[in-house]
């Protein structure tokens, strides 16, 4: 099991830009595939991105394809998530999660979640 700490939510202006971190203890991170998912209000938990073991991998939603970027520091054991261009339909908090398998974009292959971090994008 791994734990994992979400940062860096907040309130902005359509437009704008955020970078989520996620800390990650206990286990190996670097055995890891992380992903990004959001869940808005009334929603269903959704996919963003996630980014392989190493780092040699990444896949997007469509929704954020060109203005999300995930990236890992494995030295660190923390993932990222560069939120660019932040639109309000991006409100949402967001989850970062686990997973030992290589490639996972539904959160049910993810077997360890953080808390969350709200973000709030204002038009």
């Known amino acids: 099991q791994v734990q994992l700490v979400e940062s860096g939510g907040g309130l902005v202006q359509a437009g704008a830009s955020l970078r989520l971190s996620c800390a990650a203890s206990?286990?190996?991170?670097?055995?890891?595939?992380m992903g990004w998912f959001r869940q808005a209000p009334g929603k269903e938990r959704e996919f963003v991105a996630f980014?392989?073991?190493?780092?040699?991998?990444?896949s997007y939603a469509d929704s954020v394809k060109g203005r999300f970027t995930i990236s890992r520091d494995n030295a660190k054991n923390t993932v990222y998530l560069q939120m660019n261009s932040l639109k309000p339909e991006d409100t949402a908090v967001y989850y970062c999660?686990?997973?030992?398998?290589?490639?996972?974009?539904?959160?049910?292959?993810?077997?360890?979640w953080g808390q969350g971090t709200q973000v709030t994008v204002s038009s």
């Open positions: 999660a686990a997973t030992y398998r290589d490639f996972a974009a539904r959160w049910y292959e993810y077997n360890d």
């Open positions: 206990g286990r190996t991170f670097s055995l890891y595939t």
């Open positions: 980014i392989t073991q190493r780092g040699s991998s990444t």
